[in-house]
């Protein structure tokens, strides 16, 4: 008999432990498997972890663990083979140790829809196959005229089943051993081929930074580029270097959106070597992709967060490009960080991470700094291009806004017209999807609220709905206030719809298009739309940040930012390197090619710092003055954060539990270490329950993690009460 120590699938605190199960069974069952099981009264999936052989009876075992072992039949066994090798269960314990998540979350997070330790992966799809048909037999003895024809076509060459012709002939045919069926695995993603590209000839930038990193000791190094400096070209390079001896590379971009362009530049230059993994891809893709990747098919994987745990053997190098963007971290539990991950999985296997970043975040540069990361500029873009010439106009200035438009002002609008009238291409930006970003009532103040997280809601001309940006609610539009019953309802801001049919009425004869979530629902569709603006098939591209990343557009000559205040009057810390990112990376998306580029900057704020050095695209003036601030406040990259939040249905019993949770924690009197809250945080409310949370700052993470473990533990058996653990949360 068999003793198996079994993860359950249910990734609560309570569960975070393995279940021991009995097998008798012949068939053979090994770790890192998944088997059916019977817990409660339900049957779950499960993720064995440890197998070991008992001599005794299932009597005996129960006697010597004090209680009652349920069996694993061998219908229960849903893998024969390892899903993960032993490196990567072992990196997702590291990752679940470190943000302190159950592991079976870690788990699933790792592997494809069709392999995770979910009940639902067993109505997943599988292998897709195909099916062929191919002679045996060429005698020709005792068949009937329709069967010749047949056996003489099968002669010339295999075929797929329905293209032989009649069922009924095939069928005789196969009994009378002249034809044979065969099946072949049918892979449900291919990467459409593309025209063999010859490296170009790398600038004397591109070198230093191409030799510096190969010939670096440091594990880990940041590649830092002005927009249009070339940064490609080195992933290139360096994953060139990298196959020529022997080992593999893993290439994460930040978002969907970008995947394309960079498997374009990576199919170029490496043909059918590449594999893609995204959340974008169906299940079935995935799946193929995943086991292509598996069996050491692939000798570079291109994708997005998740691909961090792709299962590539003899991995050599980890690129992540654009690492400042926020969307490298995961929004629910685990809340992991890729870059955070992709460094411990390269210090378990070898493998040099690379950090490329025209704006890096400031824990990354400081790191580099210290020279805790090794680090190379490129501080010039290609052939000495010059960076885009940049005006901020400041809406509060008098004159500045006519009365053609009530969006973009005067200095813009000529702008724009000089662009469209020499047949070059303008970007126009706002970080802000929907038509009106606000609904209220003039008549009593009502503001239309999300009922589920507390969130605004704004209105989508489209489909004349009100939706929550942050937890998806729709509702209806109303046509009253529901409070007094005013039919007047005032609408307030303004998003990429609004400024799409603006623009449309200012520049009547422009083709204009709008690029953003509501859009781009698919990356397809995305990439659809981006290679059209890049074959000049629109003179106005309008859009969120989703557009001012990892683009190039040859004929894009003017780039806008309509509003770069949007940013800075959002709650948290790393408000002002948010603006500062979106609009340098903006601005760095005119003028990469031979058309010189410009930008303009609308704003309230015209010499806040964060708008001042974005516009001037000036990268170490901003962090100079940004590291001032975050000393001054303590936060990172001077203190480690750790964000606890508690919910439930009660909001005073949460608000009891909150604030016990807290004085917990002050009551052990951590060195250099503060307990903030519980506050009541921007989204009060998220999927129907309360929320109250708790920031931790602290300097060594062994001086908080046991007392914080034990909090947790203590208050994760009230009845009604979630505790979610978010270790280096973004916002606060």
């Not at 400081?366 to 680090?375: C, F, P």
């Amino acid at each position: 008999m068999q003793v198996l120590s079994v993860l359950v699938e249910r990734a609560t605190r309570s569960l975070d432990r393995p279940f021991a199960y009995a097998y008798e069974g012949k068939r053979k069952v090994g770790e890192r498997c998944r088997v059916k099981c019977s817990f409660g009264p339900k049957t779950l999936i499960g993720f064995v972890i440890h197998v070991r052989e008992y001599d005794g009876s299932l009597e005996e075992l129960q006697n010597e663990l004090g209680f009652e072992v349920k069996l694993i039949s061998e219908e229960d066994i849903v893998d024969e083979e390892p899903l993960l090798s032993e490196g990567l269960f072992e990196l997702a314990k590291e990752v679940a140790s470190y943000y302190m998540a159950p592991l079976v979350s870690v788990l699933q997070a790792m592997l494809p829809p069709s392999l995770s330790p979910r009940s639902s992966s067993l109505r997943a799809p599988k292998v897709a196959y195909d099916y062929y048909v191919e002679a045996i037999d060429s005698k020709e003895d005792g068949l009937t005229p329709k069967q010749i024809e047949m056996l003489r076509l099968l002669l010339r060459g295999t075929l797929r089943k329905k293209e032989a012709g009649s069922p009924s002939v095939l069928k005789a045919l196969i009994e009378k051993k002249k034809a044979r069926l065969v099946k072949k695995e049918r892979m449900r993603f291919e990467i459409p081929e593309r025209e063999k590209e010859v490296p170009h000839e790398m600038t004397f930038e591109q070198k230093c930074a191409y030799e510096g990193i190969v010939s670096c000791p440091k594990e880990v190094v940041l590649l830092q580029g002005v927009t249009g400096s070339g940064k490609t070209e080195v992933y290139l390079r360096l994953s060139e270097h990298c196959l020529s001896i022997g080992r593999k590379v893993l290439m994460l971009v930040p978002e969907i959106n970008l995947t394309p362009a960079m498997v374009d530049y990576f199919s170029r230059r490496f043909g059918k070597r590449i594999a893609i993994l995204h959340s974008e891809l169906t299940p079935g893709e995935r799946y193929d992709e995943y086991r292509r990747i598996a069996r050491g098919e692939a000798d570079i994987v291109v994708g997005a967060r998740s691909a961090v745990f792709a299962p590539i053997s003899n991995l050599g190098l980890i690129i992540l490009d654009e690492e400042h963007v926020e969307s490298y971290k995961q929004d629910n539990a685990p809340h992991y960080h890729a870059r955070e991950v992709a460094i411990m999985r390269g210090r378990r296997e070898g493998a040099k991470v690379v950090l490329g970043s025209a704006t890096p975040s400031l824990e990354t540069r400081s790191r580099a700094m210290r020279g805790v990361y090794g680090y190379f500029e490129m501080p010039h873009r290609v052939n000495e291009r010059p960076l885009p010439r940049t005006e901020i106009v400041d809406l509060r200035a008098p004159g500045t806004m006519g009365k053609e438009s009530s969006k973009l002002s005067r200095p813009l609008i000529a702008k724009i017209r000089e662009k469209l009238e020499k047949g070059e291409q303008v970007l126009l930006l706002i970080n802000r999807r929907g038509y009106w970003t606000g609904v209220n009532c003039p008549k009593c103040g009502h503001l239309f609220k999300c009922p589920e997280c507390g969130g605004n809601l704004v209105y989508h001309f489209q489909d004349r709905l009100l939706k929550c940006h942050h937890c998806g609610h729709v509702e209806l539009f109303p046509d009253r206030c529901p409070e007094c019953g005013n039919p007047a309802l005032r609408r307030v801001g303004y998003g990429t719809e609004r400024l799409e049919e603006e623009t449309k009425a200012l520049f009547p004869t422009a083709r204009v298009a709008r690029l953003d979530s509501d859009v781009a629902r698919s990356a397809a569709r995305l990439e659809k739309l981006v290679r059209a603006f890049k074959n000049r098939e629109f003179d106005i591209l309008i859009g969120t940040q989703m557009v001012a990343k990892g683009h190039d557009f040859p004929y894009l000559s003017l780039a806008a930012v309509a509003l770069a205040d949007i940013g800075l009057a959002l709650p948290g810390y790393r408000s002002a390197e948010r603006t500062f990112e979106l609009i340098a990376q903006a601005v760095g998306r005119a003028g990469r090619a031979l058309i010189p580029g410009e930008a303009l900057i609308q704003t309230y704020n015209p010499t806040h710092y964060a708008i001042v050095d974005g516009a001037r695209q000036d990268y170490l003036s901003f962090y100079e003055k940004e590291m001032k601030e975050r000393k001054l406040s303590r936060f990172p990259p001077y203190v480690y954060l750790i964000a606890v939040e508690l919910s439930g249905e009660d909001e005073n019993r949460l608000y009891e539990c909150a604030l016990a949770f807290a004085d917990l924690l002050r009551s052990k009197e951590l060195s250099a270490t503060r307990v903030i809250g519980p506050i009541i945080p921007y989204m009060a409310k998220r999927e129907g329950l309360f929320r109250r949370s708790i920031l931790i700052k602290f300097k060594k993470r062994e001086d908080v993690e046991g007392s914080l473990r034990d909090a947790i533990k203590r208050y994760q058996a009230v009845p009604g009460l979630r505790i979610d653990v978010d270790v280096d949360p973004l916002d606060f």
